[in-house]
């Protein structure tokens, strides 16, 4: 799809992507003032309907993205799911898509300046990632620590934080691996460059607890509600980075990475393969067809 074809929604109107434009000297553009929500939206071929995955939770963290990096949204909650209806209609896609959703300051300024806050949601089609037994990424585990709350929050998904994300990414395909897993401040496990991450361990699920500087990803959170609804105990704690080394399996998981299959880190195979990531993944894609519920307001149809 061309940049002509491509529908954005920005501050206000349907336009096509290459009208959604902002000053070079913008706060976003210099600075990476903006936080924003990747939302995936699930298409079913049987009732022709897209299924906005969780879009009040993403909704929500935006919202606490903005709280705490001091900007004011600019349009309501019920204005985005008005809007996020508007484009996805004018692009016409008929299959599955990914959604962004940003709020940025975007007239020329400093990055003080709070204002004013624009908006623009630009959905683009986009493949499952399926787990396919045997296939998955090689990783290591970076040099570069994940950022700290005491410095830039992890908490908060905004545009900036995503350079230590590079930093170790780049690190990582210059060793020869495709993607890199951080250790938090302690040293202590934390999240991919992008996702959060799971080992298995004795047909047990451990995840790096909410306080390891990772993002309060909603797949992470999604997966321990599926882990629970099907009886696998799942738990979320410190996790060492020889666990890392020693588990049966490891998976990252976020809205763009769904399930990641890891099959090493730092060249230590994952002993046990994918068989518990791809029943998980298995549960995740029915969930998100709603074959089952285990959340009524997971659904946001339209
Ligand atoms: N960590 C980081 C740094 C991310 O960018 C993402 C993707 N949004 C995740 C984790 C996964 O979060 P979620 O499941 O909410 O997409």
């Given at each position: 799809?061309?940049?002509?074809?491509?529908?954005?929604?920005?501050?206000?109107?349907?336009?096509?992507?290459?009208?959604?434009?902002?000053?070079?000297?913008?706060?976003?553009?210099?600075?990476?003032?903006?936080?924003f929500e990747?939302?995936?939206?699930?298409?079913?071929?049987?009732?022709?309907?897209?299924?906005?995955?969780?879009?009040?939770?993403?909704?929500?963290?935006?919202?606490?993205?903005?709280?705490?990096?001091?900007?004011?949204?600019?349009?309501?909650?019920?204005?985005?799911?008005?809007?996020?209806?508007?484009?996805?209609?004018?692009?016409?896609?008929?299959?599955?898509?990914?959604?962004?959703?940003t709020?940025?300051?975007?007239?020329?300024?400093?990055?003080?300046?709070?204002?004013p806050?624009?908006l623009?949601?630009?959905?683009?089609?986009k493949?499952?990632?399926?787990?396919?037994?045997?296939?998955?990424?090689?990783?290591?585990?970076?040099?570069?620590?994940?950022?700290?709350?005491?410095?830039?929050?992890?908490?908060?998904?905004?545009?900036?934080?995503?350079?230590?994300?590079?930093?170790?990414?780049?690190?990582?395909?210059?060793?020869?691996?495709?993607?890199?897993?951080?250790?938090?401040?302690?040293?202590?496990?934390?999240?991919?460059?992008?996702?959060?991450?799971?080992?298995?361990?004795?047909?047990?699920?451990?995840?790096?607890?909410?306080?390891?500087?990772?993002l309060?990803?909603?797949?992470?959170?999604?997966?321990?509600?599926?882990?629970?609804?099907?009886?696998?105990?799942?738990?979320?704690r410190?996790?060492?980075r020889?666990?890392l080394y020693?588990?049966?399996?490891?998976?990252?998981?976020?809205?763009?990475?769904?399930?990641?299959?890891?099959?090493?880190?730092?060249?230590?195979?994952?002993?046990?393969?994918?068989?518990?990531?791809?029943?998980?993944?298995?549960?995740?894609f029915?969930?998100?067809?709603?074959?089952?519920?285990?959340?009524?307001?997971?659904?946001?149809?339209?």
């Open positions: 799809m061309s940049l002509i074809d491509r529908k954005i929604w920005f501050n206000g109107n349907v336009v096509n992507a290459q009208e959604a434009v902002v000053n070079v000297l913008s706060p976003t553009a210099q600075f990476g003032l903006n936080v990747g939302v995936r939206c699930y298409f079913n071929p049987e009732t022709g309907k897209t299924n906005v995955f969780r879009l009040d939770c993403h909704l929500d963290r935006l919202w606490d993205s903005c709280k705490i990096i001091g900007i004011e949204p600019s349009f309501s909650k019920e204005e985005i799911k008005v809007a996020i209806r508007d484009v996805i209609e004018a692009g016409a896609y008929g299959g599955d898509i990914a959604l962004r959703i709020f940025f300051v975007y007239e020329e300024g400093s990055w003080q300046n709070s204002s806050v624009g623009f949601i630009a959905p683009i089609e493949k499952r990632n399926l787990v396919v037994l045997g296939n998955g990424a090689t990783s290591c585990v970076s040099s570069w620590r994940r950022l700290h709350d005491s410095a830039l929050p992890t908490r908060v998904k905004a545009g900036c934080n995503y350079i230590n994300g590079r930093y170790a990414h780049i690190e990582a395909q210059r060793s020869g691996y495709d993607l890199p897993i951080f250790l938090d401040h302690d040293g202590f496990v934390s999240e991919g460059a992008g996702a959060c991450l799971f080992i298995v361990k004795n047909g047990t699920l451990i995840t790096p607890d909410l306080s390891s500087s990772i309060e990803s909603i797949t992470r959170d999604t997966l321990i509600k599926i882990a629970q609804l099907h009886s696998i105990p799942v738990f979320e410190k996790v060492n020889t666990e020693n588990a049966d399996e490891v998976f990252l998981c976020g809205s763009a990475a769904e399930l990641t299959s890891i099959l090493s880190v730092d060249g230590y195979a994952a002993a046990g393969g994918q068989l518990l990531t791809k029943k998980l993944s298995d549960l995740y029915d969930l998100v067809d709603a074959k089952y519920s285990v959340d009524a307001q997971w659904l946001f149809e339209i």
